[in-house]
């Protein structure tokens, strides 16, 4: 079952803003950043789950990265890239398992999203990435759907940042 994690940094960071720039700018160092957390990427041939991430910046000091994929990612590389302290005892990121909120998806649930996207039809590779961050509400009416989405992602350019919806409890 996929596990999402998601890395919490703040402004008063250790690594050179410069450097943190570079890297949370790019969607091609953050593909290769998550990548990373992984000996073994599972496979994108749309079988089943897939590594899907985000950056959301929720403030001009904190910036955080979202990580849902089949197993567990290991980001230290990615703490010291980026310059997220670690607290002391524990990694600088959290890991939830992902099975028992899947499994609580039901029929006429209502959940607020976030959906960070590529509205664009096809990408080429001499064209920026554009994206658009939607968020909005949803009423699950297939359940089953709502998983595959939520696991295999939505929409394309999901190896640059797009495609993972992530939902929260309405209220």
Not at 64 to 90: I, M, N
Not at 110 to 126: D, E, M
Not at 147 to 157: D, E, I, N
Request: hydrophobic fraction near 40%; proline fraction near 8%.
């Amino acid at each position: 079952m996929a596990r999402p994690a998601h890395v919490r940094g703040v402004s008063a960071a250790t690594r050179p803003a410069a450097h943190r720039r570079a890297l949370l700018g790019s969607p091609h160092r953050m593909h290769a950043a998550v990548a990373m957390a992984f000996p073994e990427l599972p496979t994108r041939d749309g079988s089943g789950p897939r590594v899907l991430w985000r950056v959301d910046r929720n403030s001009a000091a904190e910036v955080v990265l979202f990580v849902v994929s089949p197993t567990r990612p290991d980001l230290t590389h990615l703490v010291e890239q980026a310059g997220w302290p670690a607290a002391s005892d524990t990694p600088g990121w959290q890991t939830y398992d992902y099975g028992a909120f899947l499994d609580r998806l039901s029929v006429g649930s209502t959940w607020t999203f976030r959906l960070t996207a590529n509205p664009v039809n096809s990408i080429r590779r001499t064209v920026s990435l554009t994206s658009v961050t939607y968020d909005g509400r949803l009423t699950v009416t297939d359940p089953e759907a709502l998983r595959r989405t939520l696991t295999q992602g939505l929409g394309k350019a999901k190896a640059y940042g797009c495609g993972l919806m992530t939902l929260a409890p309405v209220g």
